[in-house]
């Protein structure tokens, strides 16, 4: 065979083989496209596989009957992967997504502190300076450059200034905390089932956008009990930080404040995880669970829901009866207080009130009202049973009275003329010389606290120095954290010799004097307390000295249903909130002592005279109370009544303060009306056997 014809063969051989290639390619493209298209189709489009947690529920929480607080309803969430799209896209996308949520009544998550509508920078000084420094922004800049400053940024070309805030406020979520194409950034929760469909029926328009579902926290009592149970948000960028150990990730709720925040270690639960099968879009189209989330632990609280929402109901009603003049005297700046129910027995608070309040489910929600909380002047977010300190007034008395008659510088029965200015010191008044000119004459041990004789109080202070007062305080718990089971307690401050000391160690330049003895005596000068320590000291003082745990939280309760250890519980949560356990030490006081300062307080509102009288005298249990009406730094006098029923087997104690309240019998109502909730009596069934209504809190196991 010749050259030629051999290469003319293998040329041959060569064009065969391209050509058989060809045919094969053709067939397999036709087996893709023609025969296998619609199926090869559906599979390209499930090609992206992603592992995801799915949320576990939050434990609920109760009050003592069982009734639900706060509990956890599957939801709907919008979420957003990354995805292949342009800076512009990315914007229209947003764009749409929150029109639609707008549209349907849905809130999207929204942090940055501009309200583009009035073109104001929102929420406090504080607030905007540290949002300000960081973002790098200059705290001189104005909300107009602040706006076209991250109109650059984000590259928006929009001109309306609505659509411009709905992208900036999502492009801001997006910076601030990230994403990507397997960690998807949630933007909304709990939107409504018309949002859910629409965003599914327009997918193709939403590129990376999701809707998953998830354990959404429900409130179910509104505003009651809100500062007891608290809130939970967003965990924030230091939260992240400092828990992303323990596995948290940034599109994680946390407890903020309250129960919620103190129990949140009990209340999480434990995450499962599934897998996502995506399509080009970023869309769902297929999941598969490896992993089972666990539920959390619930927390079952001593509160009576019941009580608690009468307490917040008469609390209100009082603040704005006193608001009005209907006692009389009108004190239009009394706007806000708090009140403090306890089990006199154990410890337990069966109520705890402060006004104003919040909804904890704005928190949930994205509601605009949460702004509006934080601006408000009167601070519905603010606990003022725990956070509060105010001067006691005259409801300090009963231990200015213990300490005078158990040290010895006084005797039961022995008698102190009110003349109506005190000789020493500053010189002093009774308040009813101040008032009215006149005087309370011969007073004993009883009978001033009966008419809150200053002038009593005064004398036997200065026998004894404050010293023995302080002691006496000291050991009732005052100018001391209670260790209740919320994050935010403060101790407030016991008039001391000790405490000058401290002021002097800052740089301070005081000397007690008598002055000081005879103000601290009455509840004046440094002394400040919270209701929740005031309504303790009541309640150690109608059990006789007998000292008890202050507790919010009968028990913790696992997702099977097991009881958790209590002292356990109780460790994990006093080391959190850095709480010191309270002395439970018994105050030793004389039985004469205790009857002289029982029969004072019983007079109180039990005798024609008392200073409580006619708001109890009709009452049918027997009451021991006492008014207080102190000095407040500006303003007119807050108002206090304190005081324990059954008085001869006491059941509860009972704190109320009204800021502002004017007169401290003013507060008496509020204090008389909890007591007829607790223990069942009504206008309509007044007369109804008293041995029945006394069996409550015993019959709690």
């Known amino acids: 065979m010749s050259k030629i014809e051999f290469l003319k063969d293998r040329f041959g051989i060569f064009i065969i083989l391209v050509c058989a290639v060809g045919i094969i390619f053709i067939a397999q493209l036709f087996n893709l496209q023609i025969v296998n298209g619609e199926s090869y189709r559906e599979q390209s489009e499930k090609r992206l596989v992603r592992e995801v947690v799915t949320y576990a529920p939050r434990g609920e929480i109760y009050d003592r009957y069982g009734k639900v607080l706060a509990t956890s309803e599957m939801g709907y969430i919008v979420e957003i992967y990354k995805t292949k799209v342009t800076t512009q896209e990315l914007n229209q996308v947003l764009l749409k997504l929150a029109n639609i949520l707008e549209k349907n009544g849905d809130s999207y998550y929204n942090s940055v502190p501009i309200d583009f509508e009035n073109g104001v920078f929102s929420g406090s000084e504080n607030t905007i300076n540290n949002w300000k420094k960081n973002n790098n922004i200059a705290e001189d800049k104005t909300v107009e450059e602040v706006i076209d400053s991250l109109k650059k940024k984000y590259e928006i070309t929009q001109e309306d200034i609505h659509d411009v805030a709905k992208i900036i406020a999502l492009r801001y979520e997006i910076a601030s905390n990230g994403y990507s194409s397997y960690r998807p950034l949630t933007l909304a929760k709990n939107i409504s089932l018309s949002s859910m469909m629409e965003i599914k029926e327009r997918g193709a ?292 010799r000790e405490y000058v000391k401290k002021l002097n160690e800052n740089g301070a330049n005081k000397t007690w004097t008598i002055g000081d003895t005879l103000s601290s005596s009455i509840g004046q000068s440094y002394n400040t307390f919270t209701p929740l320590q005031m309504c303790y000291y009541i309640a150690t003082l109608a059990n006789k000295g007998n000292k008890n745990q202050v507790t919010l939280v009968k028990e913790v309760i696992d997702a099977n249903g097991n009881l958790l250890d209590k002292e356990e519980v109780e460790n994990d949560i006093h080391e959190k909130l850095g709480i010191t356990k309270q002395d439970l030490e018994k105050i030793e006081i004389s039985e004469s002592t205790l009857t002289a300062i029982f029969e004072g307080m019983r007079s109180v509102t039990g005798d024609s005279g008392g200073t409580a009288y006619n708001t109890f005298s009709s009452f049918p249990i027997e009451v021991a109370g006492k008014t207080g009406t102190a000095t407040a730094s500006t303003g007119s006098d807050n108002a206090w009544f304190v005081g324990f029923a059954p008085y001869h087997d006491p059941e509860i104690a009972v704190v109320a303060i009204i800021e502002h309240g004017g007169h401290g019998y003013y507060t008496a109502p509020a204090v008389k009306d909890i007591m007829e909730e607790y223990f069942g009596y009504n206008n309509n069934n007044i007369e109804e056997d008293l041995s029945m209504k006394s069996t409550k809190i015993e019959l709690i196991p």
């Open 205 to 496: 328009e939403l590129s990376g956008v999701n809707i998953d579902t998830q354990p959404i926290r429900k409130y179910t009592a509104g505003n009651v009990a809100a500062h007891i149970i608290g809130y939970i948000g967003k965990i924030s960028a230091d939260e992240y930080k400092n828990k992303k150990d323990e596995g948290y990730s940034l599109n994680d709720t946390i407890g903020k404040s309250g129960i919620e925040y103190s129990f949140e270690d009990y209340l999480r639960g434990v995450n499962g995880s599934k897998r996502l099968e995506m399509d080009s879009y970023g869309r769902v189209v297929e999941e598969e669970e490896i992993q089972e989330s666990v539920m959390g632990n619930s927390v079952v609280l001593t509160i009576d829901l019941d009580l608690q929402a009468v307490t917040e109901q008469v609390l209100e009603e009082n603040i704005k009866k006193i608001q009005t003049g209907g006692f009389a005297l009108q004190f239009d700046d009394a706007r806000t207080g708090a009140a403090v129910v306890m089990n006199v027995k154990t410890g337990e608070i069966l109520a705890m009130a402060s006004y104003p309040s919040y909804n904890p489910e704005d928190f949930v929600t994205g509601s605009n009202e949460v702004t509006n909380y934080f601006n408000n002047e009167d601070k519905p977010m603010f606990n003022r049973a725990i956070q509060g300190t105010y001067s006691p007034g005259s409801t300090f008395k009963m231990v200015t009275g213990i300490a005078a008659l158990e040290s010895g510088v006084i005797k039961v029965d022995e008698y102190v003329n009110d003349i109506g200015i005190f000789p020493l010191g500053h010189k002093p008044a009774c308040w009813i010389w101040n008032s009215r000119r006149q005087v309370h004459g011969n007073v004993n041990a009883e009978t001033a606290l009966k008419v809150s004789c200053n002038f009593y109080y005064y004398e036997v202070a200065s026998r004894m120095g404050i010293d023995k007062i302080a002691e006496y305080a000291n050991k009732f718990g005052l100018g001391q954290k209670t260790g209740v089971e919320l994050a935010g307690e403060v101790s407030g401050i016991l008039a001391s």
